[in-house]
């Protein structure tokens, strides 16, 4: 599986960005995405999540601000990020969990940077 981001760009606080996933190669039916993002020095910190039928978690900073969603025709993933703030500012990831066999198999992707000025 290869997951491509796109999206991430120097934008203002209060505004508003969309990223993107593509997922390709073997994608089973029922799967989780999930964005995660990282700034330099610090860990890399969930975001949202997303599972093939629309389930969606996020964490409380970005309650209210960001949309999860996905399109499982196409797959993809998007988070639409409104009211973006400095402390948005990070390097965010697209990751895919999926199941074979009982067993778990995780993918990331390469990052896209989101950069909000004061």
């Known amino acids: 599986v290869h997951l491509v981001e796109s999206g991430g760009a120097l934008v203002q606080a209060g505004g508003s960005l969309k990223l993107s996933c593509a997922a390709s190669?073997?994608?089973?039916?029922?799967?989780?995405m999930e964005w995660f993002r990282q700034v330099p020095g610090g860990q890399r910190e969930f975001v949202a999540s997303?599972?093939?039928?629309?389930?969606?978690n996020y964490i409380d900073a970005v309650k209210g601000r960001f949309t999860v969603s996905r399109d499982n025709d196409r797959n993809m993933m998007f988070l639409q990020m409104t009211s973006l703030t400095p402390e948005d500012t990070a390097l965010y990831y697209c990751?895919?969990?999926?199941?074979?066999?009982?067993?778990?198999?995780?993918?990331w992707g390469q990052g896209t940077q989101v950069t909000v000025s004061s």
């Open positions: 990751y895919l969990r999926q199941e074979q066999m009982g067993r778990g198999y995780v993918f």
């Open positions: 190669g073997s994608i089973f039916s029922e799967n989780r």
């Open positions: 997303i599972t093939n039928d629309g389930i969606t």
